[in-house]
């Protein structure tokens, strides 16, 4: 119930390409669903963040597209670029309440973009 | 600029021999929380003050206990590592318990 599935576990992308990665929950009382990137020795930093009452937020080459009915959402890298190479992890929370298992993340994802 | 800030960055302690890591932040959030991330997992949450309360994750050892003097101050207390504790510790911080958490760099534990 309070797991996020995350795919694929690792990307390889060419430069200039679009990266995609999903993500799914099951517990519908999740209202808010953020992305962290991370680089290796880091802390996880806030990427972007979407609210289940729309269907997409887009901040410069990263997109976010939700689906409430399937659950799902996912982030788009446009234009990917070398610097983009980052381990991604979704998350799922409850608003106000994020605690424990109200905050989860996803298994997370290993981004490779090749130059 | 706001900041969380964690100190050391790099911790090398021995097999049972007590360390503590420490978090401290500028954001003036109430929230303040400690994760625990092995190589190429996720952050799993050991517990989190709301306030000066304190909340412990079920599964959390006893091995593993927080202090929070104040709210821009918390310390990650291990009273006998062990070698399976060797991990990326990691500070965040939230207001109110807001769906957005603010990480700290880490502290890299090593146990010899």
């Known amino acids: 119930q309070q797991q996020v599935k995350q795919s694929p576990q690792s990307l390889i992308v060419q430069k200039g390409g679009i990266s995609i990665i999903n993500c799914a929950y099951e517990n519908t009382a999740f209202d808010y669903f953020p992305w962290y990137q991370q680089f290796p020795g880091k802390g996880p930093a806030l990427l972007i963040a979407?609210?289940?009452?729309?269907s997409e937020k887009k901040e410069g080459r990263f997109t976010i597209s939700f689906n409430k009915s399937a659950k799902q959402f996912s982030l788009h890298i446009m234009d990917s670029q070398p610097g983009d190479s980052a381990t991604y992890f979704c998350?799922?929370?409850?608003?106000?309440?994020?605690?424990?298992?109200?905050?989860?993340f996803g298994p997370g994802t290993r981004l490779s973009v090749l130059p | 600029d706001a900041m969380v800030i964690q100190n050391p960055r790099y911790q090398v302690t021995q097999f049972g021999k007590p360390v503590t890591l420490s978090c401290s932040q500028t954001?003036?959030?109430?929230?303040m929380y400690w994760y625990q991330q092995k190589s190429s997992q996720a952050p799993k949450l050991l517990f989190h003050?709301?306030?000066?309360?304190?909340?412990n994750e079920a599964d959390t050892p006893d091995n593993f206990q927080s202090r929070r003097p104040n709210t821009s101050f918390c310390f990650l207390d291990i009273r006998s590592p062990g070698l399976g504790d060797a991990a990326m510790y990691l500070c965040a911080t939230s207001r109110d318990g807001g769906g957005e958490q603010y990480f700290g760099p880490g502290t890299r534990l090593t146990v010899t």
């Open positions: 954001l003036n959030h109430n929230v």
């Open positions: 003050y709301y306030d000066k309360d304190f909340n």
């Open positions: 979407i609210r289940p009452d729309v």
């Open positions: 998350a799922a929370t409850i608003n106000r309440d994020n605690y424990g298992q109200n905050f989860v």
